[in-house]
């Protein structure tokens, strides 16, 4: 059974602080990673999508890949009361790009 | 562009009653699922639509639940005979061809 694990925290870092969120899978042939932020009440919100190994930058969000060792990562730089959520790790089914597993989710508490 | 859709918001049924959930996905996006998320807890997959394909069915937890997709696009969610244990919010979503999946606003369920 595909599988991916997240901490499920809370993890709580004060603002203005660097939040470092991990991930690991257990498909190898996985293809795409994505991170997806989740308010309390609301639905999923696709933050970050990763498709190679390395870094990938979108403001105050990196996404890291490393597929040898089947581990994904969100930083959140100068982190913000406004980012207090759970945040999912997802990892698409096999080569195809069709189904994706949810990791349970950490949820951050940024302290004002 | 508009996103994913979901009617109603809310629904509260009596035990024993059906309902029918419906979603309305991006336009352009051939690709439909449906999952639902108890209180407190992760994303667990219900079904998915591609294209033409036939349904993956292998996330219902059971033959009380089914689901259409009309014309490839517009889909509905039918539960019948309704019990508690139900009781969630189902969210919708539809995504590109690279996987990325984007969620409508969900549908809160409650069986009284």
Sequence with gaps: QKEVEQNSGPLSVPEGAIASLNCTYSDRVSQSFFWYRQYSGKSPEL???IYSNGDKEDGRFTAQLNKASQYVSLLIRDSQPSDSATYLCAVTEGRSA???TFGSGTQLTVLP | GAGVSQSPSNKVTEKGK??????????????LYWYRQSLGQGLEFLIYFQGNSAPDKSGLPSDRFSAERTGGSVSTLTIQRTQQEDSAVYLCASSTARGEQYFGPGTRLTVT
Excluded: N
């Design chain 1, 47 to 49: 933050i970050m999508s």
């Design chain 1, 98 to 100: 069709r189904q994706l």
């Design chain 2, 18 to 31: 059906d309902v029918e959930l419906r979603c309305d996905p991006i336009s352009g996006h051939t690709a």
